[in-house]
Nanobody, 129 residues
Framework: QVQLVESGGALVQPGGSLRLSCAASGSIFSLNVMGWFRQAPGKEREFVGAISRSGGSTSYSDSVKGRFTISRDNTKNTLDLQMNSLTPEDAAVYFC??????????????????????WGQGTQVTVSS
């Protein structure tokens, strides 16, 4: 089993920055791709970004590309999401996710929430002045 715990959610002003972290524990050797998703009230969970096991490949949704950066530290078993130039449309609960799938990194495949095996409980990001 794998446990994922997110942190870093907060209230931030439009145009501000925030860094989210996700700590993984348990059978972490089984983890391959990790990703971030978000869900705003009344909306479906949507893909934010994903990163390969080595960290050498990343993918992002069009809505965050150029503003958000995903990274991971396999020595510390952490996944981060650096968010810049935040807008009210970025407000949501952000979820960390991890996949056991040994498939090679494909952006379209790992943009689908059902291709992830483990999920954190989420951390709230509010963007408001």
């Amino acid at each position: 089993q794998v446990q994922l715990v997110e942190s870093g959610g907060a209230l931030v002003q439009p145009g501000g920055s925030l860094r989210l972290s996700c700590a993984a524990s348990g059978s972490i050797f089984s983890l391959n791709v990790m990703g971030w998703f978000r869900q705003a009230p009344g909306k479906e969970r949507e893909f934010v970004g994903a990163i390969s096991r080595s960290g050498g490949s990343t993918s992002y949704s069009d809505s965050v590309k150029g503003r958000f950066t995903i990274s991971r530290d396999n020595t510390k078993n952490t996944l981060d999401l650096q968010m810049n130039s935040l807008t009210p449309e970025d407000a949501a609960v952000y979820f960390c996710a991890a996949s056991k799938d040994i498939a090679y990194f494909r952006a379209s495949y790992y943009a689908k929430s059902y291709n992830y095996d483990y999920w954190g409980q989420g951390t709230q990001v509010t963007v408001s002045s």
